[in-house]
Every structure is written in structure tokens, then in C-alpha cells.
């Protein structure tokens, strides 16, 4: 293998992407309100948005999608992704769903209660929005070197600091908290992995207090080639045995199947708890479908059948990871800060080291996401003030997040090297001239603070 360096797969299929001039994507922007969520994707060159949804299908599930059974209830697509979750994951009771929101809202509906806190290591947003329109609080108690984007590289910058956990329970006292949530990889601070010590530590002080321990799956393959490859008790054992041991501490866990599920849309609830279980059943006729589709088509359970199985392939992952690690490498070497070591889905650029001459309240991160669309037609995503930055609920005064980051996502088995090497050369260049650059106004936001990057309106400073 000494020679096979390359990505493991043969590309069966293209999808043309358009070149523009910069002269109509300063249009663009401006039509969209410097919000690339709202720039048509027919004007991206390299969508670096989201992994979410936008994985490459192996020919395998182009395969499965024929077979996909279209009937309402019981159909055999929904059995075959059940063997496929019993076989991978271990966890008996499958709920799927639409995709991973849908799994987030049934977890902070079973789960949480209004005033009552959620804890985790960073709550995903979807999570956090489906839980504060439904009343409950949420805590991110990350640990510190995982809050702060210029800490040394270290393994695990996702883990949980169970010091805090223990701290706010003697705080607030064991009554108000509702939930403890690991979410793997840790998606909000740069797809940092959670150690498996880390996993067991948080299973056995949910235990300690009898608190449910719930984990969010959408790239517990990502985090278990972490886990592999820089936790020494788990060097010699097999990625499926790796996501087989983590899942098994909890007792509930959602997916974005999206995600590691390496299909365009569906989720999954999955429970050892028969009480939930049948809980998440009622929602999901509400909310969803019927029990075995789960707002999903056959074809979907079926390419999700496959991909959580694919997912499990060592050389997949070892070429995923590695992708993303030389584009850290690439922009390391033109100067650019980014959160080290890269994590499993993408790069996160430090705006507050890139642009230190914008302050905060004028949205560095996001100042960085219209550059770089600018100059090269690039799509990234702000995940910092516009993202995370909240109201007092007391004051009504803006608090800004401790993270001001733009994350370059990497889709799975979609872009090449060459690909990464013209989003390094782009950011190359915006960072040579970073003191060109001011900041941005934000002039529109939607009435769910948690929410507003996905509609935020701002104006060139
Ligand atoms: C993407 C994601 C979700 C939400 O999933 P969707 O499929 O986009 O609705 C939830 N949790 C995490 C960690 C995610 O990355």
C-alpha cells in the first residue's frame, strides 16, 4: 500500500460546476445581502458550506436506490436499514426520520424539560433551537482548550469537562438538569473527536447521578478513526468495533444520517429504551411518517442500509481524514490560522487571528466567508458571532461567543486535492491583504436568535 496514496474510489460520474467572474459575484453578494446562504449554488465553484446531505453515493447505493420499496408500512427497505443499524450500531430500537432535526426535536421533546438544562460537550443547533423553542436550557461544557481556537493542537479538544458538569449540578442542584449530551465528532469547535475514555467518564457520572446519556452520532465513524489512530488502547481494533463500543454507553442516540450515513437525506433515532421508544413512535406519526419510513422514501432506508455500513472502511476514513488534514496543511504554510489539529469534517479558520483589526460585533468570520466567495466563488459557512452570538435574556445585551470561526466543510468523496489547493490559494491571497478588509453591519435577523445565520441580512462597513 506503500504507493496508494490516492483517494480509494474512481470518480463514475461528474457534476459540472460553473467558473464566474468576480464582477458578477460582487452582484451576487450583494442580492443575498453578503448571506451565502441565499447565493445560488449554480454560482458556487467549490460548495464548502456543509458535509450535510452532499456526500458522493458509491455505486453500491445508486444500486440499493432501485430496489427501494414504495409501500406505507413494513416495507422491506425499512427492515434492511434496521439490520443494517443492528449489525453497525448495536442499539434495538430504530426510528428513522427525515433527516438529523427531525431526531433532534424527538430527543429535546423526550428529553428535556422547560427551565430544566441540557448539558453537552457543544449542542449542535439544531438541537439548541429545537430546545429552546420548547422552553429548556442548554449548556456547552466543552473543555476549555476546545472553546478557544488558538490552544495547541491536542487529541481531544471535543471531550466534555465533567469538572463543570459536576460544578453546575452542585450549582444549580441535580433537579434542573434534564439530559447529558455528547455530540461526536464535536461539530461547533472543528469537528474535534471525543476520546472513548472520555465517552466511558461521562456514561459513568451520568450513571453517578441518574441523569440519561444521550450521544449524537452524525460522524461517529470520523470519530472513531480518531479514536484509532490517536487513543494507543484502541490502535489494533477494528473501526467497527471502535463505533460498536462508543454507541454502547448511551442510551439513546440521534444521527444526521447526512453525515456518516453518506446519503443526501435521513436521520435516525435509535433507543435501548422501550418507554422512548414507543414515545418516539407517537411523534414521529405527528411529525414524521409512519414508524417504518420515518418522512423518508424506501429508497433512501435503502441507501442508508449501505452507506452506514461503507462508512465503517478504513481506507475511506483514512482518506477523508487525511483530505481534510492537507488542506490544514496547505493554509498553515501561507500563514493562515486555523484551528489545530484539524478535526474530521473540515477546516475552521480563525477570523479572530486573521482579521485582528475587526471587532467582533463587526462580524469578522462572516467578513471572511464573503472574501473568500469574492475572490474565488468559494462557499464556506461563518460559525461565530452571526452563528453563535446570543441576547441576554435579562439585559437584551448581545453576548459574543468565545469561537469566531469560518469552517471550510469538505463533502465526502466529492472534491480532489486540486480542490484544496485552490481554496488554500485563495485564502493565501485574502490573507496577504487582510488589512484591506473591514468589517460588516448586520442589518436583518430572524426572531430566533439561535437561528439567524441561516437568514441574517448585513451591509459592507
Ligand atoms: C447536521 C447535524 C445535525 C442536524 O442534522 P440535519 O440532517 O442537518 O437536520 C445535528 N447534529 C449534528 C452534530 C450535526 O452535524
Not at 63 to 80: H, R, V
Not at 255 to 265: C, Q, R, T
Request: charged share 25%.
Amino acid at each position: 500500500m506503500r504507493f496508494q496514496t490516492a483517494e480509494p474510489f474512481r470518480i463514475k460520474m461528474v457534476e459540472h460546476v460553473k467558473k464566474t467572474t468576480k464582477e458578477d459575484r460582487i452582484n451576487w453578494l450583494k442580492e443575498a445581502n453578503y448571506n451565502v446562504f441565499k447565493v445560488k449554488a449554480e454560482n458556487v465553484y467549490i460548495d464548502c458550506l456543509t458535509d450535510s446531505g452532499t456526500t458522493a453515493m458509491s455505486k453500491n447505493q445508486w444500486a440499493a436506490l432501485m430496489m427501494g420499496d414504495e409501500s406505507y408500512a413494513s416495507c422491506d427497505s425499512f427492515f434492511k436499514l434496521e439490520k443494517s443499524v443492528h449489525d453497525v450500531f448495536d442499539i434495538p430500537y430504530v426510528q428513522p426520520v427525515h433527516q438529523g432535526r427531525a431526531a433532534d426535536y424527538l430527543l429535546a421533546k423526550l428529553y428535556t424539560k422547560p427551565g430544566k438544562i441540557a448539558i453537552g460537550n457543544m449542542h449542535f443547533d439544531t438541537f439548541r433551537g429545537n430546545a429552546e423553542v420548547l422552553g429548556a436550557l442548554v449548556e456547552d461544557l466543552v473543555k476549555d482548550e476546545g472553546k478557544n481556537a488558538s490552544s495547541p493542537a491536542s487529541p481531544f479538544k471535543g471531550n466534555i469537562d465533567l469538572n463543570k458538569c459536576e460544578r453546575i449540578i452542585k450549582e444549580k442542584g441535580l433537579d434542573s438538569i434534564s439530559v447529558i449530551i455528547l455530540t461526536v465528532t464535536c461539530n461547533n469547535n472543528g469537528g474535534q473527536p471525543v476520546s472513548m475514555q472520555n465517552i466511558k467518564d461521562t456514561a459513568e457520572f451520568a450513571k453517578k447521578y441518574n441523569i440519561p446519556f444521550v450521544m449524537d452520532i452524525a460522524r461517529v465513524a470520523e470519530n472513531a478513526y480518531f479514536i484509532k489512530t490517536r487513543e494507543e488502547a484502541y490502535k489494533d481494533r477494528s473501526i467497527e468495533s471502535i463505533i460498536r463500543e462508543s454507541v454502547s454507553y448511551c442510551e439513546t442516540a440521534v444521527m444526521s444520517a447526512k453525515k456518516d450515513g453518506l446519503v443526501n437525506i435521513g436521520g435516525l433515532f435509535l433507543t435501548r429504551n422501550k418507554d422512548v421508544f414507543t414515545m418516539a413512535n407517537q411523534l414521529a406519526i405527528v411529525h414524521e411518517g409512519f414508524l417504518t419510513y420515518g418522512g423518508l422514501a424506501g429508497r433512501d432506508l435503502e441507501a442508508l442500509a449501505v452507506g452506514l455500513r461503507e462508512v465503517c472502511d478504513f481506507d475511506y476514513l483514512d482518506y477523508r481524514i487525511k483530505q481534510v488534514e492537507y488542506l490544514g496543511n496547505q493554509l498553515k504554510l501561507r500563514g493562515v490560522p486555523i484551528i489545530e489539529p484539524t478535526g474530521g469534517h473540515g477546516v475552521y479558520v480563525d477570523a479572530k487571528r486573521f482579521f485582528d483589526h475587526i471587532p467582533q460585533h463587526e462580524f469578522p468570520a462572516q467578513r471572511l466567508v464573503v472574501a473568500l466567495y469574492e475572490e474565488a466563488g468559494i462557499r464556506a459557512v461563518e460559525l461565530g458571532a452571526c452563528a453563535f452570538g446570543s441576547k441576554d435574556p435579562i439585559t437584551g445585551k448581545d453576548v459574543w461567543p468565545e469561537l469566531e470561526t469560518m469552517r471550510i466543510a469538505i463533502s465526502r468523496r466529492v472534491y480532489t486535492n486540486d480542490h484544496m489547493d485552490c481554496i488554500a490559494n485563495a485564502l493565501g491571497y485574502i490573507y496577504e491583504n487582510r488589512k484591506s478588509y473591514k468589517g460588516l453591519k448586520l442589518v436583518y435577523q430572524g426572531p430566533i436568535v439561535s437561528l439567524r445565520h441561516f437568514t441574517a441580512g448585513f451591509e459592507l462597513i
